[in-house]
């Protein structure tokens, strides 16, 4: 389909700007960042809303102690992010502010994507920054998580920022034009609509032809934004005016296609919501669910895993163990050992009571 045709409903965009794409000579360039900044006002002055995710914190830091990067303890680490967060917003603040556009910080970790409550101020927080016209620059709060429980990369942080703001296209600015097949191939592949066993070993598994380019990560954004039905475009972030040619419609990089959008309560529970447990439905559940748009009932599951309550997420597994989707469940783990493999008539009689027809209602299951 034609590039201008695919992007033509966007309004809310993010931008992810990896760190090569703004360093010069291990520093903050701001000639670089002028330069983005041009281009990203060209596109906020067309109208569209605009989020950025900028990296670069702990090589700013680096570069202003003149230190290196690389084989430092981690909490060194988060310090050099400490330093130089503020050298980087201020770099982006300066570049904006001759423009006359202010800027706003968003630090986030993990913790604040799966806590409801502080997603959904954060949601607020951006809602209430874009409304203002002010553009708000995110970055992972790197001073204050350790490895365990970071985002681990401001790719997979873009993807779940591109969900926090229901923004309809990522994209993720990098030194490599696009996602490629066979590095031999002049061009990126131009169009990604799954994200398959073969591409994620491409990206970066055993026999990856992208090395450790980061290429992964990106992938697994992809994986992200395909599941929550928006899009996202890889691209070479050092390709002058890359934005406008992005939004003009040129086929650059390579563009991430999901189908329809998620409502908010489907991407709350595929991305936020912990897994309690699995439940395994037969084939014919499988078919009920994925071709005839269904709820799951009791008589589709074999077997179930984990001791999940009511209103738990749980996985839902086929008979060869692939995770064909998630949902909330209607029954707690006890009650579907009881009930599994039977009619739901027959819940009543078995359970004494039966609160629900279905195990897991249509509204409350997402499918991958
Ligand atoms: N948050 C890190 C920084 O600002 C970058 C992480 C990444 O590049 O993915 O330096």
């Given amino acids: 389909m034609p590039r201008k045709q695919l992007i033509k409903n966007t309004r809310k965009i993010v931008i992810k700007i990896g760190t090569s794409i703004i360093t010069e000579n291990n520093a903050i360039s701001k000639a670089r960042i002028a330069e983005l900044v041009f281009d990203i006002l060209s596109l906020k002055n067309s109208g569209y809303s605009i989020v950025i995710v900028s990296s670069g914190a702990i090589s700013a830091g680096a570069g202003a102690l003149k230190t290196n990067r690389e084989n430092i303890s981690i909490p060194k680490k988060q310090a050099l992010a400490s330093i130089g967060q503020t050298i980087l917003m201020n770099t982006w603040r300066e570049a904006f502010l001759k423009a006359g556009c202010e800027v706003g910080q968003i630090l986030l970790t993990e913790d604040d994507v799966k806590d409801r409550k502080r997603f959904i101020n954060a949601r607020h927080t951006f809602h209430a920054l874009l409304e203002m016209g002010i553009i708000p620059i995110v970055n992972e709060n790197d001073s204050v998580v350790i490895k365990e429980i970071k985002f681990g990369d401001n790719d997979i ?3 779940h920022v591109t969900n926090i703001v229901e923004a309809d296209l990522l994209i993720l600015l990098s030194d490599v034009d696009g ?3 066979n590095l031999f191939d002049p061009e990126p592949i131009e169009e990604i609509h799954q994200i398959t ?4 070993a491409k990206a970066g598994g055993s026999g990856s032809i992208h090395g450790t380019g980061g290429m992964l990560s990106k992938i697994k954004a992809a994986e992200v934004i395909i599941k929550c039905g928006e899009k ?3 691209a070479n972030g050092r390709a002058s ?12 990089g390579t563009i991430f296609i999901g189908n329809e959008p998620l409502s908010s309560r489907k991407r709350w529970i595929a991305f936020n919501m912990k897994s309690s447990g699995k439940i395994e439905i037969d084939d014919g559940a499988v078919k009920a669910l994925q071709q005839h748009k269904k709820s799951l009932l009791s008589t589709g599951v074999i077997d179930i895993e984990g001791k999940f309550h009511l209103g738990d997420a749980v996985e839902i597994i086929n008979k060869s163990g692939d995770i064909i989707g998630k949902g909330i469940v209607n029954y707690n783990f006890n009650e579907l050992q009881i009930i599994k493999g039977k009619k739901t008539s027959q819940i009543k009689d078995i359970l004494g009571s039966s609160y629900f027809d279905e195990v897991i209602n249509r509204d409350d299951l997402i499918l991958y």
């Fill in 157 to 159: 942080l873009s993807a």
């Fill in 232 to 234: 996202m475009i890889i």
């Fill in 197 to 200: 066993k073969d591409l994620i």
């Fill in 179 to 181: 996602f490629y097949n």
């Fill in 241 to 252: 005016g890359i934005l406008s040619k992005i939004i003009k419609g040129e086929k650059i």
